[in-house]
């Protein structure tokens, strides 16, 4: 079972940056895949990114130049850094654990918003 919390959320500005923590409790966290995926108002979630065990990241075409996910094993903990922000990017961020990527995430979390004004 692992139990999965994100932070770092809140109101920014055009322009700014944000870094999204996903903080893990349970077994194994370095055994498991964290991907983050956004939901904005009225539409569906989308994938983010993904950094897999060993640190090996893929990130959604579009974003790629500004958002970097990275995480840190000994802390049990996922990042997601954003950067130049924009009101497109206001969403619910949410991290998700999967053991196996290609059959699924097996946890999430509550998400945490991110709000984006111009």
């Known amino acids: 079972q692992v139990q999965l919390e994100e932070s770092g959320g809140g109101l920014v500005r055009t322009g700014d940056s944000l870094r999204l923590s996903c903080a893990a409790s349970?077994?194994?966290?370095?055994?498991?895949?964290v991907g983050w995926f956004r939901q904005a108002p009225g539409k569906v979630r989308e994938f983010v990114g993904v950094?897999?065990?060993?640190?090996?990241?893929a990130m959604e075409y579009s974003l790629k130049d500004r958002f970097t996910i990275s995480r840190d094993d000994a802390k049990n903990t996922a990042f997601l850094q954003m950067n130049n922000l924009s009101p497109e990017d206001t969403a619910v961020y949410y991290c998700?654990?999967?053991?196996?990527?290609?059959?699924?995430?097996?946890?999430w979390g509550r998400g945490t918003q991110v709000t984006v004004s111009s």
């Open positions: 998700a654990a999967a053991m196996a990527v290609i059959r699924g995430y097996d946890y």
């Open positions: 349970g077994r194994a966290f370095s055994s498991y895949s």
């Open positions: 950094v897999h065990s060993g640190g090996r990241t």
